[in-house]
Every structure is written in C-alpha cells, then in structure tokens.
C-alpha cells in the first residue's frame, strides 16, 4: 500500500511538471510577459554575466535593462543584443540558437542550456515588440475588479481570487473541513495550543451561522494570540538569551520579547510595529516604550572575547542590521551586495552602504567587557519598579532587581560612513550618504529625514511597492503553508514569481486602506472560504497541484518545534500559561554545554530551572546561540544566529526519536494517565484522545487502543518494576491500580505519536 501511495505521488510530481511546463508553451502563442516568462529565463541563465554586476560582466553587454539590451554591441556597432520585432536580427535570439558550439550562449563551460520552450518564448518576445518591464515587485500594487467566483462558496474577496486561479488549473474548491477539525486549526494557527475539550463542545453545539466568527474573535482576543504571532517574530529578529560567538555569556534581551507579545496583543498597526522597532529613539512622541522596542536592531550577534579589533566587529553589527532590515521588511537579499554589485538584483554594492549609513550611527564597540560583566551592551535602557508600575507595565519582572536592555541610539555626531572595499572593514572607499535602492523608490533626505525615522518613513510610502506586500505574503505563508510568492525571504528576480499576484496586490492595498491592522488581516484570512477548506489529498490534486499551489484544499504543516511542546503541556494540563518574562532552562540531556563551552561565565554549566517554570510554553526556552535546545533543532527551529523569515520543515527519524523518549512526552503522557486513572476505560481513551488530537475517536481506533492498553498491562504485569511511573519532576499523584496507569501512560505516549497530534490538518 505505501509504495502505491510513493508511485502514485511520484505520478502527481511528473504529471504536474509536464502541465507547468505545458503552460508556459502554452503562453508562448499568447502574449509574452516579461516578469513571468522572460525575467525568469534571463536571470537564471544570463544575468551572472550580463547584469547588474558591472565587475562581472562580460562584452560590456547588459541584458537586465533595455538600455543595455538595444545598444550597440560593443565588438560590433552595427549589431544589437535585441532588435523589437526582429529574432533574426537579434544576436541574443542568435547566440542562443547557434550550431556552433563556440558561439552558443550560455557557453559550454556555465553548464547552463536553454530548453526548447525557453527559446521559444525568447522569440516569441521578440517578435512582439520584446518590451521590457520593471520587475514585479517593484511595481506599486493596486486593486484591480474581483474575478467571477461561485458566490455559493465564497465568503470573502479572497475566495473570488483563489477560486478563479484554481477552476483555471481544472480544480474545484474542496469542501469545508469538519466543525472539530477547522477548530484544531484555527486555535494552532491563532494561539499555538490546542483547543480544550471545553471549547470543543461549546462549539461543537453551536449551530447559529456565526459560530466559527465567535471562536475566530474569541482566539484572536485571547493573551496566547500575542505569544503565537510573537514566536515567528522571534526568528526574524534573531532573538536570543546569549550573545552568541565562543564565549556566549548571557544578554537580557527578554523584555523586548515581552513588547513584541503586548504589541501583537493590543494589536498595534503594522507601520507602528515597525516603526517603534526601527527608530522608537528618534520618533517624536518617544518613550520608554518605544525606546524598549529599538532592542530589534540589537538582538544580533556580539563578542566577549579578549583580541578582537573593534572596528572589525562594530562593522559585523552594522552589517547584521543592514541585512535584517532588507530580508525582515522588503525581502530582498541585500547582503550579497555587501562585496560587489548584487548579480542579479537592482541593488549595487553603493544602495548597500547607504543603507548602511542608516544603522552606523550607534556609539558603540565591537567588544565592551568580558564575559558576564555586561548582559546589555551600552547603549542600554534600564527598567526598574518604576518603569514596569509606569508605562512598561507589560513586562513580566520577577524580581525587584534592575534590568538593562541593549536599544538603539544614535550618536550626538554623524558618523562618516564608506564603501568597503570587497566588503572589508579596513579598506574604506567613497564616503556615501544614508539612502536607498533606487529602483524600488528613489530616496531623498529633504523629503524623508536621513536617519532611521527617515527610513521608516520611506517604507510606508504609499509608492513603495514592497513593504505592505512582503509583510501581507509573510501572513499568508503563516496561515496557509505557503506563501503566495513562495520565496518569503527572496522577492528579487531569484525569487518565485506570485501564484495570485492580483490577489496579493489586492490584500497589500486593502491592508494599506484599513490602517495596516493586523487582527483584520488576520480574522480575513481565516475566515475566507479557501482558509477552511479540508485538507483531504485527493488523486487528482497529486496529478494536477502536487504543491497545493492552486489552493483546492488546505495544506497539512507540522507543529513549530516549540509548539510541539505546548501541546504537550496544554493537553496534559502541566502547562504554565504565564505571559513573558525571563527565560527558562527545561529537561535537557546533561553535558552539553559543558562539552561546548569555553568554561567562563554564567553559562559555562547548564543549571535545570525548577517548579512551574519547567512547564512553560516553548517560546520561553533559554536561546543559548552556540547551544540551542537539541530537541527543538531536531524539529527545526532557528539557532537565532540571524534573520530567518522562514524556517525548514524536515522529516527524520530523530523526530519520532524525539516523541518516543522526550521527558517532556513522557512527563505529559504520565501525569495524564494519573489523572485519568481510575475512570471507565472507554472514557478515558475518549477523553485522552479528545485532549490531544481534538477530535472523537472513531470506534477503529478506539478498538486498537484498547487492545494496547490490555497488552501493556499484561506486560508490565510480568515485569514487576515499581518505578516505570517516576518520570518528571511534577508531583507524584497517587493511583491504585499500578500496572494499569503504567499501560495507560505508554498508551497516552503512542496517541501523542500519531502523526495527527503534531501536524495541523
């Protein structure tokens, strides 16, 4: 049966490639597009060597602009890389169908060559006019009319959208997914823990048409929606609880992580969001607050260790915000033009730098004293009782001691910033003032301000083409499992092309129309139609949308690494739901930071906290860089090393290792059937089941569940060792019948290893 399954998804995958490529020649005898079917070709095959990149270029010939594509050939005046409306006079179209060998592009030795197709659409464009355009994403969105849409099935603007794209692709919309299936969904997607069976039978009881809108407004109101949106932001902003580096001492970065939550929370605007985050030291209305919220542009990598040349690590500081900015907000990779002109992007190694200047001005040193004599490298903000009685009354404070934070601020003097030459600190070029790629939204001081309020000013922009689209694609990504350009972190031309660009401009204006409100955005996206389909894989899903691009179903996405914990705990009842506040240091196996440390300081030696702190939520698991939590890395989760906008999703066996021998499985599943034990057998396999999967058992299941139960009791029966029930740190509760709570723990374990407990349907 499972090779079956494998033949019939390799099926899906080679009959979906011969339909992609099928409609792009399709395309060809249409009109040619250059962002879709031309961009796309000419950057993979022929931009490392005719485009932006002046240090690479080859013949003086630029095919990225069509300055450079009609000029005169530089061996040849009266030749032309592209003549509009004439192949055979084109020497690109030429080069790219040459018999000889030698004359061929791309040539032999780039082991790149165009398909037919590709050459085909090439003269196709030219015969039409071979019209250039700016790149998609640097076109400012707007609204264009709703396409037609089944008005039966659609419940928002969305739907007319996605519907339209998927009866092109020969799909039909998947029907709703069930009433307890939609609720796991939206409680994972919207707070991170599962629903309790108490909401489980409220709204499963709940027959008026509003019911699913009660429980979206009921989720997105509850404290956990903050700590959910809260721990993507996390890896975005590179947040950890170490400075990172061999030394690694311990930073106190946390109340920063505690403004994030209270932000998600009161639901402030996106532009304040980032505004705060950006510049909150140099706005006018400034705070504590807001002054907390600049910790963002701190949360990077710093040194503790003796020897280091200052100047070199102050420049590595720059240069980690400058590269978060471009991927966190516009998802551009500015960092390859640190060294060189970007080879395939609008951003010259210039752009870089005056990005650059924007985050040089902080009086700071690439090393300021050793190892645990600073958690918060100056410049820093100190929050006392008074502050946290006063307007930082959100940070969770546990104690009556002073804590510093490492903020923003810039210095009373404006530092000169240069061109690096290849990147190196000690090579300094032209000085270049604070700006930005011309390309995405010409930049000027008098207009914005040259410093970072100037730049936040610039990115809310009602002409920038970039910020409300990358942050609107990141959402979507969050709740449908893909974003609609798929690269979240790469919307250059390496990046994918959007599957619904006309939807993605309408929800980056719609979002720029309301305010830039989040919890809208949010409650949009899932209650639309598309968001509450089944996620049911059908035949002819696997033959013609293998990758769910069409959207005719949900997609299935496996719980983050610190979610899988949180249902743990949530399910098992352990779980601590304090909001904020310090760190804490879970079960984790012995000898590891001993084995990676250098043996100074605070974190030389791994210290387990104790009591309700072991049973907090994953988010608060101490981040030591050099170190992360084993556990949660086996599920993929960032090292927080630097900005990541999207995390990998693999399957290993480790993974099920993890499930199988994890103390904080083992501790759930003990202290559940403790509780539990006792009861009716078939009651408790429900309620079990209920708690954890969030659904009724059907009678299958039940059956093979109780046959396991009778199996490990017999078994343990025999084995007559007292203490298979001392898992954990969490209070013995007293049971009477021993070798049946032991079964029904290993019985508690197996249903949290099913695949449906820790993937989202």
């Not at 450079?68 to 009266?78: F, I, M, R, V």
């Not at 403004?259 to 706005?283: M, P, R």
């Not at 300021?368 to 959100?394: C, H, M, V, W, Y």
Request: neutral net charge; proline residues 6%.
């Amino acid at each position: 049966m499972r090779i079956r399954y494998f033949l019939l998804i390799l099926t899906g995958w080679a009959a979906w490639g011969c339909q992609h490529r099928g409609s792009q020649r399709a395309d060809s005898t249409a009109e040619v597009d250059y962002n879709y079917h031309i961009r796309p070709i000419l950057s993979d095959k022929c931009f490392k060597c005719h485009g932006p990149d002046a240090n690479t270029r080859e013949a003086g010939l630029r095919l990225d602009t069509p300055e450079g594509a009609y000029a005169a050939l530089k061996d040849n005046p009266h030749g032309r890389a592209l003549v509009p409306g004439n192949p055979a006079a084109s020497e690109i179209y030429l080069r790219i169908t040459a018999k000889d060998i030698s004359q061929r592009m791309p040539p032999a030795e780039a082991n790149l060559t165009l398909t037919e197709e590709e050459i085909t659409l090439i003269k196709k464009w030219i015969e039409q006019g071979g019209k250039y355009k700016p790149h998609w994403a640097f076109i400012p969105p707007r609204k264009t009319g709703l396409p037609e849409a089944d008005n039966d099935w659609v419940r928002n603007e969305i739907d007319y959208f996605t519907y339209s794209k998927m009866r092109s692709a020969g799909l039909e919309p998947s029907e709703e997914a069930g009433k307890e299936a939609l609720l796991k969904r939206v409680s994972l997607d919207l707070t991170g823990l599962p629903p309790s069976v108490e909401m489980q039978d409220r709204f499963l009881k709940d027959k008026s048409p509003g019911a699913y809108e009660k429980i979206v407004d009921e989720l997105l109101q509850s404290p956990h929606y903050g700590e959910q949106m809260a721990l993507d932001w996390m890896d975005v902003a590179r947040y950890a609880d170490s400075h990172g580096y061999q030394d690694d001492g311990l930073r106190t970065m946390w109340p920063w992580r505690d403004w994030v939550i209270h932000a998600f929370n009161e639901n402030y605007s996106y532009e304040k969001f980032v505004t705060y985050q950006l510049a909150g030291d140099l706005i006018k209305d400034r705070n504590a607050e807001s002054i907390l919220a600049t910790g963002f542009n701190r949360n990077h990598k710093i040194t503790q260790e003796g020897g280091v040349i200052d100047e070199e690590y102050r420049s590595e500081y720059v240069t980690d915000r400058t590269n978060t900015f471009g991927k966190a907000f516009l998802s551009l990779t500015f960092e390859c033009a640190k060294c060189h002109d970007h080879k395939y992007d609008p951003i010259s190694q210039k752009d870089y730098f005056r990005t650059y200047a924007f985050f040089n001005q902080v009086p700071e040193k690439g090393l300021f004293g050793t190892i645990d004599a600073s958690f918060a490298d100056p410049p820093n903000l100190k929050i006392g009782q008074d502050e946290i009685r006063g307007i930082l009354n959100f940070i969770h404070k546990k104690d009556t001691a002073d804590v510093y934070v490492m903020v923003m601020k810039d210095s009373v003097g404006l530092r000169k910033t240069h061109l690096l030459e290849r990147g190196n600190y000690d090579t300094p070029g032209v000085e270049v003032t604070p700006g930005l790629p011309e390309k995405v939204l010409p930049f000027t001081a008098s207009r914005y301000g040259n410093n970072r309020e100037g730049l936040v000013k610039w990115m809310f922009d009602p002409k920038n083409p970039l910020t409300d689209r990358v942050w609107v694609n990141r959402l979507w990504a969050r709740f449908f499992g893909r974003g609609i350009v798929a690269t979240t972190g790469d919307f250059g031309m390496q990046g994918d092309l959007p599957t619904h660009p006309e939807l993605l401009d309408w929800l980056a204006v719609d979002f720029r129309e309301h305010h830039r409100d989040v919890k809208r955005l949010v409650k949009t996206l899932v209650t639309s139609a598309t968001y509450r389909q089944s996620s049911k894989v059908t035949r002819q899903h696997l033959e013609k949308d293998p990758l769910n691009r069409y959207l005719a179903r949900s997609s299935r996405t496996r719980l983050k690494a610190e979610l899988v914990r949180d249902l743990a705990l949530s399910s098992s009842g352990l779980l601590n739901p304090e909001i904020g506040g310090p760190s804490i240091k879970p079960y984790q196996p012995e000898g590891i930071w001993e084995k990676s440390t250098s043996g100074r300081g605070s974190l030389a030696r791994y210290v387990q906290d104790e009591g309700n702190d072991l049973y907090r939520r994953g988010m608060y698991v101490f981040i030591k860089r050099t170190v992360p939590p084993p556990n949660m890395l086996i599920f993929d989760a960032s090292n927080r090393d630097q900005c990541e906008v999207n995390r990998l999703a693999t399957n290993t066996p480790l993974q099920a290792l993890v499930m199988l021998n994890d103390p904080v499985i083992q501790e759930a599943s003990r202290v559940l059937a403790q509780k539990m034990a006792g009861q009716p057998a078939d009651q408790v396999l429900r309620e079990v089941f209920r708690k954890i999967i969030c659904r009724e058992p059907d009678s299958r299941e039940l059956k093979v569940l109780a046959g396991f139960w009778d199996q490990e009791t017999a078994r343990i029966r025999k084995l007559k060792k007292p203490d298979l029930l001392k898992v954990g740190e969490y209070r013995d509760i007293p049971v009477k019948e021993y070798e049946k709570t032991v079964a029904l723990m290993y019985t508690v374990q197996m249903i949290y290893n099913m695949e449906e407990a820790i993937v989202r349907i």
